[in-house]
């Protein structure tokens, strides 16, 4: 299991290829790959601030409990911070599992998780200013269901 917060660039690609490749006795991978989202054209940019350390340590509690509850052979958790623009990939979930339904369940379980309780603040940037992003109830909602 592979947890990755980082400022830098990644390539899901390349990403998904390396962790496909290194996967032995799995009979699915299922990949996510999150972009900065520009509705309306008004994000100039994304900052994002976590604390490292407590941001890892969060998301590998959360990936242990994706591992045991579905059986995986192998997940892969990246994340970015800083300063990021529209379309810029931002995180990525990669799952391995003997089946497709289990990896899919721990790819929605881990996104979910991501997007509604991993340590990470957002600030959305635009020409009239910067706004932190508020939790959604619909994130809220997706992550009553686990």
């Known amino acids: 299991m592979r947890i990755r917060v980082q400022a830098e660039p990644f390539d899901p690609g390349g990403e998904v290829a390396a962790f ?3 996967v032995r006795g799995a009979g699915a991978v299922v990949t996510f ?3 900065v989202r ?5 994000l100039t940019g994304m900052e994002i ?7 890892e340590k969060a998301i590998g509690a959360i990936v242990d409990e ?4 579905w059986a995986l052979v192998d997940a892969l958790v990246i994340h970015r911070h800083g300063r990021l623009r529209p ?3 931002i995180m990525m979930v990669a799952t391995a599992a003997g089946h497709r339904g289990e990896a899919f369940a721990a790819a929605e379980f881990l996104m979910d998780y991501l997007k ?3 340590p990470f603040w957002k600030k959305e940037l635009g020409a009239e ?3 932190w992003v508020a939790a959604k109830d619909a994130d809220e909602a997706a992550l009553k269901r686990w």
């Open 66 to 69: 994706a591992v045991a509850r």
């Open 49 to 55: 601030e976590h604390y490292p350390g407590m941001t």
């Open 87 to 89: 379309g810029d990939a």
């Open 116 to 118: 509604s309780r991993a």
């Open 20 to 22: 496909s490749a290194a």
């Open 38 to 42: 520009d509705e309306g054209g008004r």
């Open 129 to 131: 200013g910067s706004e």
């Open 33 to 35: 790959s999150g972009l």
